[in-house]
């Protein structure tokens, strides 16, 4: 049961995934909230959200900012919610969103500013190839930003038992960015981390 509901949050499918997406979702609209303007977008950033689930924060951004947002998620029903919500921003030439999975889509470099992810980096069994790929796909000092539930948190969750999610450390993200050759890592914690790096 438990690794049903896990899965649900790694890839959410059918009525189940809908449910848990919408539930999901709105516990964090507020983060959105928290982490879109401190990523300090400027006019004409080209931004990626890997794993943007109802599209949210594809909408906020697309909403609030003079900028081109793009996503990837690789569940369809993600993709067909989110590409709904976010209709206007996509037939406008604001936004554009890719079914996919971002560990092994082919992508081309050094062209966002900004990459960001909320609660998906859970679902990496290793985080060195993820964080090496983003690298690769960010200008020279662009920004990486993620947010994340502690490990020590997500461990008291019963819904995390199962192995569906990798409970890191902040200890191992941040060795895990450095081995990536990420500089001026720095990360806040309010009852999750918020943790930023440059390329
Ligand atoms: C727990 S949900 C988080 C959704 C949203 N970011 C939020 O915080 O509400 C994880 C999302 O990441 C997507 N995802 C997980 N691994 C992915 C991968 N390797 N490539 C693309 N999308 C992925 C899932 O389909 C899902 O929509």
Redesign the pocket.
Known sequence: MYRLIGNQ????SGLLGRII?KK??R??IP??DKIIPGLGIKQNDRIL??????G??IDKIGSGYDCFVSG????DL?YKLASKKNKKHIKNGKAELYH????T?EMIPDQYDIIF????I???INLDE?FSKIKTLLKDGGLFCI?MASGDYLKKKKFTKDGIFCKYSIGQVVDALKFAGFRDINYEFRKAYIIKCRK
């Not at 959200?49 to 109802?54: F, K, R, V």
């Not at 996919?100 to 560990?103: E, K």
């Not at 992810?117 to 998906?120: D, G, I, L, P, S």
């Open positions: 949050y790694r890839k959410p997406a999901m979702t516990g964090n983060v959105y959200e890997i794993g943007y689930g109802l949210v924060g990837i998620d690789f569940s993600m996919g999975d971002f560990l889509a992810c909320t609660n998906v859970y679902f990496w993820p947010f």
